[in-house]
């Protein structure tokens, strides 16, 4: 009788802590109409898909899960509870609900003519902030041309202006080995044959985040809004 109870306490332990572990998930992307991109769930509660359904959820520490109806269960990670990961996922929510009501992979992942092809380019036509990755080179990006053109690159306030030689039917350059790229760096970026410049500040992602998707926050914190959407829309 002991050794039973003593089993029992154990297993409701485990179940104890196993249910103290699970925190919150949002959703960014759902096709089940009682779940909207960007809401955050209990993750210790038991959610039901029906058939044909399909919701992408991202967890406190990270992971993301996809979960496809028919379905029933409680669908937390490992993600500590207490709220240690509510600043990763109050960023993801908000990424996510900010898509003009259409907050959703499914949108975000609809590449529209003159779209950068990655999440990591410089789009050298758009001012604000632009985020790269560290000990990784950048690469300068535009929609390609059948005539050449000259990049110039001036840091700012008061740097040394660059100019390259950007050829006909590329879209993408190598940044400048000779022009340092800072972090908060501030850019004046000018197309030749363009009447505008662009005016950027380029974020460093730093290396030592947990996951991709603290990335993803990380980034849409800085304001890397376009490129922190096309970085999530490509985790699955």
Same mark, same amino acid.
């Given at each position: 009788?002991? %050794?039973?109870?003593? $089993?029992?306490?154990?297993?409701?332990?485990?179940?104890?802590?196993? *249910?103290?572990?699970?925190?919150?998930?949002?959703?960014?992307?759902?096709?089940?109409?009682?779940?909207?991109?960007?809401?955050?769930? =209990?993750?210790?509660? $038991? %959610?039901?898909?029906?058939? !044909?359904?399909?919701?992408?959820? #991202? $967890?406190?520490?990270?992971?993301?899960?996809?979960?496809?109806?028919?379905?029933?269960?409680?669908?937390? $990670?490992?993600?500590?509870? !207490?709220?240690?990961?509510?600043?990763?996922?109050?960023? %993801?929510?908000?990424?996510?609900?900010?898509?003009?009501?259409?907050?959703?992979?499914?949108?975000?992942?609809?590449?529209?003519?003159?779209?950068?092809? =990655?999440? /990591?380019?410089?789009?050298?036509?758009?001012? +604000?902030?632009?985020?790269?990755?560290?000990?990784?080179?950048?690469?300068? /990006?535009?929609?390609?041309?059948?005539?050449?053109?000259?990049?110039?690159?001036?840091?700012?306030?008061?740097?040394? @202006?660059?100019? #390259?030689? /950007?050829?006909? +039917?590329?879209?993408? #350059?190598? *940044?400048?080995?000779? %022009?340092?790229?800072?972090?908060?760096? @501030?850019?004046?970026?000018?197309?030749?044959?363009?009447?505008?410049?662009?005016?950027?500040?380029?974020?460093?992602?730093?290396?030592?985040?947990?996951?991709?998707?603290?990335?993803?926050? *990380?980034?849409?914190?800085?304001?890397?809004?376009?490129?922190? @959407?096309?970085?999530?829309?490509?985790?699955?």
């Amino acid at each position: 009788m002991r %050794l039973a109870f003593a $089993s029992a306490l154990v297993f409701l332990g485990m179940i104890g802590a196993q *249910w103290a572990q699970a925190g919150q998930l949002v959703v960014v992307d759902s096709t089940a109409s009682a779940l909207l991109p960007g809401q955050v769930l =209990d993750g210790s509660k $038991s %959610l039901s898909l029906n058939a !044909g359904t399909q919701v992408t959820v #991202i $967890s406190e520490d990270g992971k993301v899960m996809t979960l496809t109806g028919p379905y029933s269960g409680v669908p937390a $990670s490992g993600g500590a509870g !207490g709220g240690s990961g509510g600043g990763l996922l109050a960023s %993801l929510s908000k990424l996510v609900d900010d898509q003009d009501g259409k907050g959703s992979l499914g949108v975000m992942r609809a590449v529209k003519a003159g779209d950068a092809p =990655d999440p /990591w380019v410089i789009d050298v036509l758009r001012s +604000g902030s632009h985020c790269v990755r560290a000990g990784v080179a950048p690469v300068l /990006w535009q929609p390609s041309t059948k005539k050449g053109a000259q990049l110039s690159l001036k840091p700012l306030p008061k740097g040394k @202006r660059m100019k #390259i030689d /950007w050829p006909a +039917g590329m879209d993408g #350059i190598d *940044w400048p080995e000779g %022009l340092a790229l800072t972090d908060g760096g @501030r850019y004046l970026v000018k197309i030749s044959g363009r009447m505008t410049a662009a005016k950027m500040v380029v974020h460093i992602v730093p290396a030592n985040l947990p996951s991709n998707a603290h990335q993803v926050a *990380w980034m849409a914190d800085k304001g890397c809004t376009g490129q922190a @959407r096309a970085l999530l829309a490509s985790l699955r």
